[in-house]
């Protein structure tokens, strides 16, 4: 089975602080992908990577950036924490040359206090 | 752009009965995918059912299948012998090539399946 695994579940992170999400996949998929779901607004595309060290921004990039150093990992970094990026983030993972499904992590819930 | 629409936000079912979820979507793509994908309670978002573009019948998954109208650019979901583990919120999803696959999500809909 897939797994993607992101490293917190729940964090609380202080408004101005730098903050890291970390996410790793273990099937070798070319696509990763971080998405914001807020109520009412379903899941919102932050950024996508398609290999190691390419991304594209997605729908709401701003206050956002990510890395891919290697292709089982993909971190999503706040650069200046503020409260309304208080959300839950999930961390997604496909393959890259057909249409299958993606596969989820479990979520972090983020609060910026 | 290509765009989403689950225009129910909450529903509700009796166990053991049917429930159907609504989405719409806007393309002018000829080939895409479109998915269903639960998320229950505090656990992990998983897939529940796909349909590709290009096939007419529809797709179908022992207690949950769609109604797939492309000409109406619709895509509902069926769940029969509703049982209280489908209580969730449900996705409906858009995909198709652009180099790669991006996905674009619904709003959701979260079913309630009471005893």
């Known amino acids: 089975d897939v797994k993607v695994t992101q490293s917190s579940r729940y964090l609380v992170k202080r408004t101005g602080e730098k903050v890291f999400l970390e996410c790793v996949q273990d099937m070798d998929h070319e696509n990763m992908f971080w998405y914001r779901q807020d109520p009412g607004l379903g899941l919102r595309l932050i950024y996508f990577s398609y290999d190691v060290k390419m991304k594209e921004k997605g729908d709401i990039p701003e206050g956002y950036s990510v890395s891919r150093e290697k292709k089982e990992r993909f971190s999503l970094i706040l650069e200046s924490a503020s409260t309304n990026q208080t959300s839950m983030y999930l961390c997604?993972?496909?393959?890259?040359?057909?249409?299958?499904?993606?596969?989820f992590g479990q979520g972090t819930r983020l609060t910026v206090v | 752009a290509q765009t989403v629409t689950q225009s129910q936000p909450e529903m509700s079912v009796q166990e053991a009965e049917t429930v159907t979820l609504s989405c719409t979507y806007d393309?002018?793509?000829?080939?895409?995918?479109l998915f269903w994908y639960k998320q229950p309670p505090s656990r992990q978002m998983i897939l529940v059912i796909r349909?590709?573009?290009?096939?007419?019948q529809n797709a179908t998954e022992n207690r949950f299948s769609v109604n797939f109208q492309k000409a109406a650019k619709s895509f509902s979901l069926k769940i029969s012998d509703s049982q209280l583990g489908d209580t969730a919120m449900y996705f409906c999803a858009f995909t198709r090539y652009v180099g790669t696959y991006k996905y674009i999500f619904g709003t959701g809909t979260r079913l309630k399946v009471l005893a």
């Open positions: 349909q590709e573009a290009y096939k007419q």
């Open positions: 997604a993972s496909s393959l890259g040359t057909a249409s299958t499904e993606a596969f």
């Open positions: 393309t002018s793509e000829n080939n895409y995918y």
